[in-house]
């Protein structure tokens, strides 16, 4: 697995992470045993002027991490098939053709990356990592090649912090610390959370359903924040 990692950081990877999925389901996992789970940074200053809302820097860096994500999970799926192995490249999630219904994904990146041990859930239901903070997006990729599978993370490093919550303009987080296998309704209210971010991303013309105030002010995106002035 080091040529994808090195693939993977060649390719403008921040984090790259190993999972056994063989825990979860095989249905979600399309019956393949293994996660390659990666990030991609969001850039820090686009980041910081979103304290008080979306910008249209801030779409078009969801759009330009996307698409870099989404080249590199095809890049690996191939570098792994070329070898003989089955490997899914699950793309990056979308505001775009999400289902609304759900808003939820048969199998989200960052349960992958929690038992990749990339960071925990917090209490904004997004994916913290101690290097970024949520101030990432994430893709996957299934694979039956053997990996080295890292320790999973299983609980929140959240604590007491409420800052997220304490900036959320609709309440959405409900303030519970994630466990794994805690369902994401008892810990954010996804449609109040959608219903805002439409709201918010029509004020400034983008179409992706985007806010990212909980992301700016998560400590420890702050910490990655001042870490790259
Ligand atoms: S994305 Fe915005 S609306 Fe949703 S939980 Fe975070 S701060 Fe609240
Ligand atoms: S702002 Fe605080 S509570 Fe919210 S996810 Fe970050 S560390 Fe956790």
């Known amino acids: 697995m080091e040529r994808v990692e090195q693939l993977l950081r060649d390719m403008g990877a921040a984090l790259v992470g190993f999972a056994d999925l063989r825990a979860l389901p095989e249905e979600v996992r399309h019956g393949l045993p293994y996660g390659i789970s990666f990030?991609?940074?969001?850039?820090?200053?686009?980041?910081?002027?979103?304290?008080?809302?979306?910008?249209?820097?801030?779409?078009?860096?969801?759009?330009r991490t996307n698409d870099m994500l989404d080249q590199m999970g095809e890049?690996?799926?191939?570098m792994l098939?070329?070898?003989?192995?089955?490997?899914?490249?699950?793309?990056?999630?979308?505001?775009v053709g999400l289902d609304l219904r759900t808003l939820s994904s048969v199998l989200p990146h960052k349960t992958v990356a929690t038992r990749a041990g990339l960071g925990w859930i917090g209490k904004c239901?997004?994916?913290?990592?101690?290097?970024?903070?949520?101030?990432i997006r994430l893709a996957t990729v299934?694979?039956?090649?053997?990996?080295?599978?890292?320790?999973?993370?299983?609980e929140s490093r959240c604590g007491d912090c409420t800052a997220c919550l304490d900036v959320c303009p609709t309440d959405a987080p409900t303030g519970e610390l994630w466990e794994a296998g805690v369902p994401r309704e008892r810990i954010l209210d996804?449609?109040?959370?959608?219903?805002?971010?439409?709201?918010?991303?029509?004020?400034?013309?983008v179409r992706h359903?985007?806010?990212?105030?909980?992301?700016?002010?998560?400590?420890?995106?702050?910490?990655?924040?001042?870490?790259s002035r």
């Open 39 to 63: 990030a991609v940074a969001v850039d820090a200053e686009i980041v910081a002027d979103v304290i008080d809302g979306p910008t249209v820097e801030y779409a078009g860096e969801y759009e």
């Open 142 to 154: 299934l694979t039956d090649a053997e990996v080295c599978a890292a320790e999973p993370v299983d």
């Open 75 to 78: 890049a690996v799926a191939e």
């Open 81 to 95: 098939r070329a070898e003989g192995h089955q490997a899914v490249a699950v793309p990056a999630t979308s505001s």
């Open 125 to 135: 239901a997004l994916l913290i990592t101690e290097e970024y903070g949520s101030a």
């Open 209 to 227: 359903i985007i806010c990212g105030m909980c992301i700016a002010a998560c400590p420890w995106t702050r910490r990655y924040l001042e870490c």
């Open 190 to 205: 996804a449609f109040a959370c959608m219903r805002m971010a439409k709201e918010m991303a029509g004020r400034v013309g």
